[in-house]
C-alpha cells in the first residue's frame, strides 16, 4: 500500500474566511491568499499533500454564475492530476456556488469540498481554520469519492442541493433542510455514513455559452398584485416563490399564466424546505391550478437554487419537458 499523500488543490475565492481587519479591528476586507489560509491550520501538511490556486479575492456577493463555471472548468481540467479539490468563499452564496458545481462537474471529478467562516481572522474563536482542517481532510478521504461536491462547517458534512445558510453570525450558521448532514469529522476520522444519490451533470461546464440567459425571481406575499410586464422583461425564465406547498394569491394567476406561455416558470416554496404539493387543493392560484396552467414544480428545491438549475438548463437548450423532467429528479 502506497504511503503518499493524498493530493489536494486549495482554490480560494475570498469570503471571510481570507478577511482581516484594520489596525483598528474593524472594517475587515478579503485580503489573505491560499497560502496564508494554510498556514493558519496546524497540521495541514500531515493531511494531504498540497496546491493552491488563488482564483478569485471577491466578497462572495460579488461572485458570479461565470464565475462558477469558470471554476468548475479549472476542476475539470485539472481533476486528473488530484485526490481531492478545496474551496473556499464567503459564506453569502457558499450554498450556491456548492450547488452549482453539483450541477456541472462530473461522477469522474475528485471529491470537492467547499468551506468558509463566520468570523474573521481578527475575531475571538475564528473559525477558518477548524473548518478548513475538517474541508482537507474530507477531499482527502477515501470516504468523500464518488459523493460529487460536499459543504463542511462546524464538523458537519452537507449535501449542496440542501444546505443553507440558516443564521446570519453564529458559527454554526449553516445546516440541511430536508435531509440533515449526511455525515461528520471527529478528531482525524471522516464518516460519510449516508453516501448521495448521485445525477449526472446538467452540462459540461466547457459546452455553455459565454453569456449565460437570465432568470428572474419573484416571491409573493400577502397582498401581493398581479405581474406585469416590466417585471418580467430581459428574463428567459422565471420562478415563482410561492406560498406553503405551492401557492399564489388569485390576482397573480392569470399574470402568472401568461408569462408561463412564453418563458418557462418554475415555482418553488418560500419556507425553503419540504415539497411543492402537486394534488391536494385546487383553489384558483392552488398547486393543482397552477401546475394545470404550464408551471414547473420545483419540487424539494428553493428558489435560489431551482434558478441556477434554470439558468444551465436553459443554456444548455433543454425544452420544457426536458427542464420538467430535471426537477422531477432534484431528490
Not at 425564465?237 to 406553503?244: E, H
Not at 392560484?285 to 436553459?314: C, H, N, T, Y
Request: aromatic share 4%; hydrophobic share 45%; glycine share 10%.
Amino acid at each position: 500500500m502506497s504511503d503518499r499523500l493524498p493530493r489536494v488543490l486549495v482554490v480560494t475565492l475570498g469570503g471571510t474566511i481570507a478577511s482581516v481587519p484594520d489596525r483598528a479591528g474593524h472594517d475587515a476586507v478579503p485580503r489573505l491568499g491560499p497560502d496564508e489560509l494554510i498556514a493558519s491550520v496546524p497540521g495541514a501538511e500531515h493531511v494531504a499533500t498540497l496546491r493552491t490556486e488563488s482564483f478569485r479575492q471577491f466578497p462572495s456577493g460579488d461572485l458570479s454564475v461565470a464565475d462558477v463555471v469558470a471554476l468548475a472548468q479549472l476542476i475539470h481540467r485539472r481533476g486528473p492530476d488530484l485526490d481531492g479539490v478545496v474551496v473556499t468563499q464567503g459564506t453569502d452564496t457558499l450554498e450556491e456556488t456548492s450547488y452549482l458545481l453539483e450541477l456541472l462537474l462530473d461522477r469522474d471529478a475528485p471529491p470537492v469540498v467547499l468551506t468558509g467562516a463566520m468570523r474573521n481572522a481578527g475575531l475571538a474563536g475564528a473559525d477558518g481554520p477548524g473548518n478548513l482542517l475538517a474541508a482537507l481532510r474530507v477531499a482527502a478521504s477515501p470516504e468523500a469519492r464518488g459523493a460529487g461536491p460536499l459543504v463542511v462547517f462546524a464538523d458537519e458534512i452537507h449535501l449542496p442541493r440542501f444546505v443553507r445558510k440558516q443564521h446570519s453570525s453564529r458559527v454554526h450558521g449553516f445546516g440541511s433542510v430536508n435531509a440533515g448532514p449526511v455525515g461528520w469529522v471527529v478528531e482525524e476520522r471522516v464518516r460519510i455514513p449516508l453516501l448521495p444519490r448521485r445525477r449526472g451533470p446538467v452540462c459540461s461546464p466547457d459546452s455553455l455559452p459565454a453569456e449565460l440567459p437570465a432568470v428572474g425571481v419573484i416571491r409573493v406575499g400577502l397582498g401581493s398584485g398581479p405581474i406585469l410586464p416590466e417585471h418580467v422583461t430581459g428574463f428567459a425564465g422565471l420562478v415563482v416563490d410561492a406560498f406553503g406547498g405551492g401557492h399564489v394569491p388569485s390576482p397573480i394567476v392569470a399574470s402568472l399564466a401568461a408569462v408561463a406561455e412564453r418563458i418557462p416558470v418554475v415555482m418553488a416554496s418560500r419556507t425553503g424546505a419540504g415539497e411543492v404539493y402537486e394534488s391536494t387543493y385546487a383553489f384558483p392560484g392552488s398547486e393543482r391550478d397552477l401546475l394545470e396552467r404550464g408551471l414547473i414544480s420545483a419540487v424539494a428545491l428553493d428558489g435560489i437554487k431551482a434558478r441556477l438549475q434554470l439558468i444551465l438548463l436553459l443554456a444548455s437548450g433543454a425544452d420544457r419537458d426536458e427542464i420538467r423532467a430535471r426537477y422531477e429528479s432534484a431528490v
